[in-house]
């Protein structure tokens, strides 16, 4: 299938131009808009494709090399045609982020301008009177030109019309400051095109940042979500309530302000983790928020990645509090008594006890589980298999 230069005013394809290398448009959308904008042009899907204006960028959509710059292309990267002899580059640069920068409109721009004409001098403007139209400025053409302009141009117009035209027409000509207008348009639409470059790279900045802001928006899920209802704290946490939430962290928060947050093993080898500074940046989350998490790990059983999602943080995080929290809570909790006195288990005792088992001091009570086993006694684990034995001769 033959290739046709997608780039105005080009007529150039792979038929009739074999020497030539094709080259499709970038896959990164920024890069791709630049290309559009600088061979000035832009995708039109919502016309049928029958359409005069309809253009689709698509794999098959090429630009030819006559387009592109001799450093735009890899360092020794050249090939022979069978055509001819000349010595043609293949392959883009496209790490160096190239586009198509040779075009018929570039060449006019750049192109020397002539010698400006020796300019003459203007006759004074008239003064200006107050709701009067402004007169024009007499200019006298070079001799030989052959025209004839008269200074007021409603009689010129009036009298001979014809002669307004040729007078008009030589004045473009030979006047340079239609020349110096033209190079000021050249100048203000390559401006344009640099505008448009940095809008469409400014417009996918914006896009990503839209996107990153999204995300970011996303609510954490933090302790004044459930705050307000003692089912959910008690589904989270296992806490009856908020106020026995709010009771036990208020006992563990003076030690969790000191804490130090464990790093490995080595780190809690000579102190525990509630000693010492805490080193660092502020943690990203509250006490009480990294407690809801830890309580939720043990509570739900839920997976380090999915308590990341939910709180924000990274995966590493997760683990390093759960550890943290839960040697704190061991250091702290067993402090406090949990067995009651001798007075209060006489007390509390019931009668039947107080006749037959007055010196109980506390009931511990076993459940048993029962497991599934090899059928062959041989893959039996060795102290389950005595065990077994010895129920058997019971």
């Excluded at 198509?100 to 020397?112: G, H, L, Q, R």
């Excluded at 640099?194 to 809008?199: A, D, G, P, S, W």
């Excluded at 502020?282 to 043990?298: A, E, G, H, T």
């Excluded at 019931?350 to 006694?377: A, G, H, M, Q």
Aim: with cysteine.
């Amino acid at each position: 299938m033959p290739h046709h230069c997608c780039v105005p005013k080009c007529t150039s394809n792979s038929d009739t131009s074999p020497d030539l290398a094709w080259h499709g448009f970038p896959s990164d959308p920024v890069q791709k808009k630049v290309w559009l904008v600088k061979i000035r042009r832009d995708e039109k899907k919502d016309v049928p494709k029958d359409h005069p204006e309809y253009f689709e960028v698509t794999g098959s959509t090429k630009i030819c090399s006559a387009h592109f710059k001799s450093e735009d292309y890899h360092p020794g990267d050249r090939r022979r045609t069978e055509k001819t002899t000349d010595i043609c580059r293949r392959n883009l640069n496209r790490k160096a982020n190239v586009f198509p920068s040779v075009f018929t409109w570039t060449a006019e721009s750049k192109a020397s301008r002539k010698e400006p004409a020796q300019r003459h001098d203007l006759q004074p403007p008239a003064k200006r009177k107050k709701h009067a139209p402004e007169k024009v400025a007499s200019w006298d053409p070079p001799p030989g030109s052959g025209a004839a302009v008269e200074s007021n141009p409603d009689n010129l117009d009036a009298e001979n019309p014809t002669t307004s035209t040729t007078a008009t027409s030589t004045c473009v000509q030979h006047c340079p400051c239609v020349k110096e207008l033209q190079t000021a348009l050249d100048m203000a639409m390559a401006q344009n095109e640099e505008l448009q470059t940095k809008c469409a790279i400014l417009e996918h900045d914006a896009a990503s940042q839209k996107a990153s802001d999204s995300a970011d928006s996303m609510p954490r899920f933090t302790f004044g979500l459930i705050k307000g209802s003692n089912h959910l704290v008690s589904y989270y946490t296992g806490f009856s309530s908020v106020l026995m939430l709010m009771a036990c962290f208020n006992y563990l928060q003076p030690s969790a302000e000191n804490m130090r947050l464990w790093k490995g093993a080595d780190s809690t080898a000579d102190t525990h983790p509630q000693q010492g500074a805490k080193p660092g940046s502020k943690p990203k989350l509250s006490l009480l928020d990294q407690f809801l998490l830890v309580l939720m790990r043990l509570r739900l059983s839920l997976g380090e990645v999915d308590l990341a999602f939910r709180f924000q943080v990274s995966q590493s995080t997760v683990s390093r509090l759960t550890v943290t929290w839960v040697n704190l809570m061991y250091h702290q909790f067993k402090e406090l008594p949990i067995w009651l006195s001798r007075r209060a288990i006489d007390k509390l005792m019931p009668p039947c006890f107080k006749t037959w088992y007055p010196s109980t001091r506390v009931i511990i009570d076993c459940t048993e589980f029962y497991i599934n086993t090899p059928s062959l006694l041989s893959r039996q684990p060795l102290g389950l298999v005595t065990r077994t034995i010895t129920l058997l001769k019971r």
